[in-house]
């Protein structure tokens, strides 16, 4: 029986003596294992027999938490960048077109694809190796400091002009972040239409019910703290995080976002090759007033945040997330 499950997919099963859209068609089984908010998993894919064109699928696009749809395209951007990597790993060179259409503005990228001799063996790449075995973890991280080296190696991620990433291990910018990321928890909790948001979320399996009770003692403390003024002030969240990693940018629009995706794919790939872990904090970037705070702090020097992090290193790894099969992300053509 063929396995179903899209994390099973194998390098070793590459068609190499299919046809042009058979082996575009196993590009794209990388392309879907990136991350997503809340596993919404927003693209779809059309193939041609030498391109790619990638689409945002706005029917699934959570408007409660991403008003100005910036999430769903870095969504976007991450399946991007796992196409990309996958297509250097069989031997493909592309070029990239982004929003060819001006009047298709769902239609984020062309991916014009030129095959490399069939049959030669792969280029190792960690960057490839990473793509099936990422994944969220938010469970607590191992407390060693991040060595320098590596921070420098996922600095070295940020390729795109205009695309930087800030990290700092300052203890005080860290409480100041803190208390920004339990605000905007405390308010999301209070929202009816976030609560439904959260139990798609749960449903996908991106949060587990241990990540569930820790938010919710996390928003018990903080009341705790803030009705006893004997109580002194704590980490809620980022307690055990080693290290803070922030992506900033100059521009704000959707083309920047894509490109945002495919720089936090390409560093979450290399931390996973590295023996880092990753988790994602965006819902302080979701609400206008955290977002402000956020970017108001002298750390960014006037750029905007475009997602927030931590990192550290491997202690323990999370199930994968449910994916979408296949062929349901495949337009006809």
Request: hydrophobic share 40%; glycine share 4%.
């Amino acid at each position: 029986m063929r396995n179903t499950d899209p994390w099973q997919i194998s390098p070793e099963d590459f068609p190499w003596e299919g046809t042009p859209v058979e082996r575009l068609k196993f590009l794209v089984g990388f392309a879907i294992l990136a991350p997503s908010l809340h596993n919404t998993q927003p693209w779809v894919f059309s193939l041609g027999e030498d391109a790619i064109r990638v689409f945002v699928d706005t029917t699934r696009w959570l408007r409660t938490v991403d008003e100005d749809q910036r999430d769903l395209h870095v969504s976007v951007g991450c399946a991007l960048e796992n196409l990309l990597v996958a297509a250097s790993h069989f031997g493909y060179r592309y070029e990239v077109d982004y929003f060819p259409s001006p009047h298709n503005s769902t239609l984020v990228a062309t991916v014009r694809l030129v095959a490399g001799d069939s049959g030669l063996s792969p280029r190792e790449d960690p960057l490839f190796a990473a793509i099936r075995s990422r994944s969220t973890d938010h469970r607590d991280f191992s407390p060693e400091p991040v060595p320098f080296h590596l921070i420098q190696t996922l600095k070295g991620c940020c390729t795109e002009q205009g695309i930087v990433l800030l990290t700092s291990t300052d203890r005080n910018l860290l409480r100041e972040v803190d208390a920004l990321l339990l605000h905007a928890d405390a308010l999301h909790f209070a929202d009816p239409a976030y609560r439904e948001v959260l139990a798609y979320g749960l449903k996908q399996n991106v949060f587990d019910t241990h990540w569930l009770l820790s938010k919710l003692s996390q928003l018990a403390a903080s009341h705790l703290r803030h009705t006893n003024s004997q109580v002194k002030p704590e980490f809620q969240i980022l307690k055990d995080s080693p290290l803070l990693g922030i992506l900033v940018t100059e521009q704000d629009d959707p083309l920047i976002w894509i490109k945002v995706g495919q720089v936090f794919e390409r560093i979450f790939l290399t931390a996973v090759s590295l023996g880092l872990r990753v988790e994602p904090m965006t819902h302080v970037l979701q609400l206008p007033t955290t977002k402000s705070a956020l970017a108001a702090l002298p750390l960014m020097q006037g750029r905007i945040p475009q997602i927030l992090f931590r990192l550290g290193l491997e202690e323990a790894t999370s199930a994968h997330t449910l994916r979408r099969p296949l062929e349901e992300v495949l337009l006809q053509n």
